[in-house]
């Protein structure tokens, strides 16, 4: 198991937005956490993140305890991460935003590089000395997805990745994570089932920081009453 998140509680302030959340992924899974608005799918990457650090609960990854270190720390353990709002550095090219981030483990073989990323995803390639703020969402998207690459992650975790994007771009987006999926596991967000059912494996739902439902997305799929109850239509 790469990943075991047990009955963490998470707060802000006194306002308490994780009440007990436990999940679990083997290596090599797409998994996907649904839920609507405020239902604690973004606390609960923060959460792993050390981010926002878990007032109770434990988080193991790789089998090692990692609640309450440093999210630097927990990124260097091997965890990749893009935020919700993806934070492109204005002022920076495509391929600075890149190399900014890049970071290799003593001694260890780097499965993605700079040049190898832009020659990859030509997207970027082609826009490599462009200033990241003027891409579009979309492409501002795949530059924050790619940089999180940079940290050589194995397991990599996507808040909302389709987040007000056009639809042409979500495909993109999918595209990108069936990818990423052949040599890393995912743990992605996201509000609606459709994108979910396509590209994980199965899912977890959220409803008020809680695990409401786990199922495989062919489940899911056709489990109406589920998805009426817990989802948005969209
Ligand atoms: N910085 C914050 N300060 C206080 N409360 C917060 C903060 N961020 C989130 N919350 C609250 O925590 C709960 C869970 O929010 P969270 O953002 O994790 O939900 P979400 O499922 O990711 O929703 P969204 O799709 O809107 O991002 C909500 O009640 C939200 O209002």
Redesign the pocket.
């Given at each position: 198991m790469i990943l075991d998140v047990r009955n963490i509680q998470t707060f802000?302030?006194e306002?308490q937005?994780?009440q007990g959340v436990t999940l679990q992924l083997e290596a090599g899974e797409t998994v996907c956490?649904l839920?609507?608005?405020?239902?604690?799918?973004?606390?609960?990457?923060?959460s792993i993140m050390g981010l926002?650090p878990p007032r109770s609960g434990e988080v193991f990854y790789e089998g090692k305890p990692i609640q309450g270190r440093p999210a630097h720390r927990i990124a260097r353990a091997g965890i990749g991460y893009v935020p919700?709002d993806r934070r492109i550095f204005p002022g920076l090219t495509v391929r600075d935003n890149l190399d900014v981030a890049a970071y290799q483990r003593k001694g260890s073989a780097a499965r993605w590089t700079v040049d190898g990323i832009l020659k990859k995803y030509e997207m970027l390639g082609e826009r490599a000395d462009q200033d990241g703020a003027t891409l579009s969402g979309g492409q501002q998207q795949m530059l924050a997805v790619a940089r999180s690459l940079m940290i050589q992650p194995r397991l990599l975790l996507l808040?909302?990745p389709n987040?007000g994007l056009a639809p042409v771009i979500v495909q993109q987006i999918g595209e990108l994570i069936d990818d990423l999926s052949q040599t890393t596991t995912i743990l992605f967000?996201d509000?609606s089932v459709r994108f979910a059912l396509k590209h994980a494996q199965r899912a977890y739902i959220?409803e008020?920081?809680q695990v409401v439902h786990e199922a495989s997305s062919q489940e899911l799929k056709t489990d109406q009453a589920t998805q009426d109850r817990f989802l948005s239509v969209a």
């Open positions: 802000y302030g306002s937005a994780l956490i839920g609507r608005n405020g239902a604690g799918k973004s606390t609960t990457l923060k926002t919700e808040d909302e987040e967000t509000q959220l008020k920081g």
